[in-house]
């Protein structure tokens, strides 16, 4: 039985962003709420097997995370073979590959969404991994698999570095399939027959084409048809696509009879989404009539012992010359209370934990003084209404 059909239903995850889900900001999550499970950011596998070695860095993981997937994306199926050798090595719970990239570079080329448009080459790749985990699984070698030996020992490295890691036992690990409805049209009922052909434990699946990119709705009708043809078929399916929140989690489930729902941007400076998950559960499992958990708010207080953490979890990972990568999370943070728009501007000037500290320090004394005036300004017009007594 694989990790995933262990996880309690319906399974509340967090989404890959590249660029945004990286091991700091997963840890963070893993912290403050933790997902039922997390994806890495997507690596291509000629970046896993003969890449500069620092592209190995969107591998890097915390055993906090667990169960954690590593994505991969590309169209080699070779490389697929092997890079699936350096996942299983670097003791990941799964192994997922991204068929939904959108961005010109990878989709154009054939890889990500591309691949929905050449489904005998997702076959391939599908199958080339699978097999990459079960000669792993018996006992081959990553040389075995034909990776060099300098990238063999910068895995070895990675997982002597990685805390507490938990001893690697050559087991099987479950690969699953994260994509879209289509490349210009929507060819969903095609395209997962295609998929489940391969038997993945999972496709999760972002409801909209490769072309709309994020543009209008994500189509939760289209992903709920998807619902209904995998249903019986002993791989899961799960939503993804616009939801903000637990309301959201729960209207989905209950329409559309997914085994779980990914939720990528609704994250994004609020590491603390998924604390509800259990409640949004029960919700739906006692078949409760509410529509979910209210979202819970953080003071300003937590907000900012939270970012504090991320952010000094971010320098420790990867040291304070490359501090202005943490900016865009920081400005993430600044949303949904009094003055937040200064404090995020702001936020796209610091450089380190210090000047962090410091313009934390300087909004709560600044923003006590805006408030007061501020509330002094919504008094001055009832004040200015009343008839002046010169007149
Ligand atoms: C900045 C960004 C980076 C993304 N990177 C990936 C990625 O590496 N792999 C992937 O499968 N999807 C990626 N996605 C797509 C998300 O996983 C998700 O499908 C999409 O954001 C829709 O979900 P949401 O509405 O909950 O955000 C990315 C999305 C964003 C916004």
New binding site residues.
């Given amino acids: 039985m694989s990790f995933w059909q262990s996880l309690t239903r319906p399974i509340i995850g967090m ?6 889900t990286d091991a700091t900001f997963r840890h963070t999550v893993a912290m403050h709420g933790k997902p039922d499970v997390s ?1 890495t ?2 690596t291509h596998v000629h970046d896993v097997c003969r890449g500069p070695e620092f592209l190995l860095d969107s591998l890097i993981y915390h055993e906090a995370e667990r169960p954690i997937v590593a ?1 991969l994306y590309g169209k080699e199926p070779d490389l697929f073979y092997q890079a699936a050798h350096a996942v299983c090595e670097l003791g990941f719970d799964g192994l997922d590959i ?1 068929m ?2 959108p961005s010109r570079s990878v989709a154009s080329s054939g890889s990500g969404a591309g691949l929905i448009r050449t489904p005998d080459v997702a076959h391939e790749i599908m199958r080339a991994a699978r097999q990459g985990i079960a000669d792993w699984a018996s006992g081959q070698t990553l040389e075995g698999a034909g990776l060099k030996p300098g990238r063999v020992e910068a895995i070895q490295r990675m997982n002597e570095q990685r805390q507490d890691a938990r001893t690697l036992v050559r087991q099987t690990i479950p690969l699953s399939v ?1 994509t879209r409805l289509g490349y210009d049209v929507v060819v969903i009922d095609q395209w997962i027959e295609h998929l489940l052909m391969e038997q993945p434990a999972v496709i999760s699946l ?1 409801g909209r084409t490769l072309q709309q990119m ?1 543009r209008g709705e ?1 189509d939760w009708n289209a992903i709920a048809r998807a619902a209904k043809i995998v249903r019986g078929s002993g791989t899961l399916l799960f939503g ?4 903000h929140s637990y309301h959201d989690v729960v209207r989905r489930v209950r329409d559309t009879g997914v085994d779980g729902v ?5 994250a994004l400076g609020a590491p603390w989404f998924f604390r509800q998950k259990e409640e949004a559960r029960l919700v739906l499992q006692q078949h409760r009539s509410e529509e979910g958990p209210e979202p819970w708010l953080p003071t300003l207080d937590d907000r900012f012992e939270v970012l504090l953490d991320h952010a000094r979890r971010f320098e420790a990972a990867c040291g304070q010359g490359q501090f202005r990568r943490m900016r865009k999370h920081l400005g993430w943070y600044c949303k949904g209370f009094p003055h937040a728009a200064s404090l995020r501007a702001s936020m796209f000037r610091v450089s380190s934990i210090a000047d962090l500290e410091r313009v934390l320090a300087d909004f709560r004394i600044h923003s006590a003084s805006l408030t007061e005036v501020s509330d002094q300004m919504q008094l001055e017009p009832l004040i200015s209404a009343e008839p002046s007594p010169a007149l």
């Fill in positions: 989404a890959p962003m590249d660029g945004v994806f950011e997507f994505q991204n939904g990239c994260k972002h994020y994500a993804n696509g616009d939801v990914l939720v990528g941007r609704a």
